[in-house]
């Protein structure tokens, strides 16, 4: 779990400030411990690259050692999120290389999913426009999903000739919208519509364009302003609990919420609720 480690701390030089680290991809901003990540390519409906994948992979894994970001909102440039890995510039190359070099991409690929799954920061994505491939990827690691109604949602995987098991698919998306649904969109690679998304419980919530990117800085910024230590804490039990018994997920959840009762944020809560006021939360 992320947790605030203070300045006298030996330990202190392992945990990084995210914030001024600027990427290469895509671009960054933060304010008041949100971070905005935007896919900016619009002109091509912000498609991924190698570098992007490698970035954005590193970007999250440092997550887990970041202090000063405790909720993400990941989004794209102009009127779309992303349309997938970019043809010119990966799918043509994969044609030409070998199987070693095609596991070393496609293992490349699926460590973003579980590196945005691994970090303890809530992920918030704000989609609008055309959500495909790698992109819609993307949007399935992340925690909630904002859309808007011209949003479509497609794992058109077969469409290039390869199968919807990519990334990590075939585990989540079941999960998300049920075997049947999801089986349809891996096996066909149709779109999704927002109505559709939103209905079958891919979409938390939809708003029209103009208000999808602040939507998504409320709900982030209300999570950042939550107990982020336990955040953290239910972002790890509901990923871990996929591979446990009732049994063992009751247990596991006991040792976890008897973890965050040793929190200051606990005792704050309390606090704050026999003051009647508002608890401020510090993620300690």
Known sequence: MKHPIPDHNPMRGQYSAMANNQPQH???????????????????????????YAELRDWFLALQRATDIKAVVLTGAGDNFCSGGDVHEIIGPLTKMSMPELLAFTRMTGALVSAMRACPQPIV????GVCAGAGAMMALASDLRLGTPAATVAF???RVGLAGADMGACALLPRMIGQG??????FTGRAMSATEGQAWGFFNALHESAALLPAAHKLAAQLAQGPTFAHGMT????????????DQAIEAEAQ???ICMQTQDFRRAYEAFAAKQRPQFQGD
């Open 26 to 52: 895509f671009a960054l901003s933060v304010n008041e411990g949100v971070a905005t990540v935007t896919l900016n390519r619009p002109e091509r409906k912000n498609p991924l690259t190698f570098d992007s």
């Open 125 to 128: 994505a704000a989609l609008d």
């Open 156 to 158: 058109l995987f077969t």
């Open 181 to 186: 649904r999801a089986s349809e969109l891996l």
């Open 235 to 246: 972002k790890t039990m509901l990923h871990q609990e996929w591979a446990m018994t009732l």
């Open 256 to 258: 976890a919420q008897a």
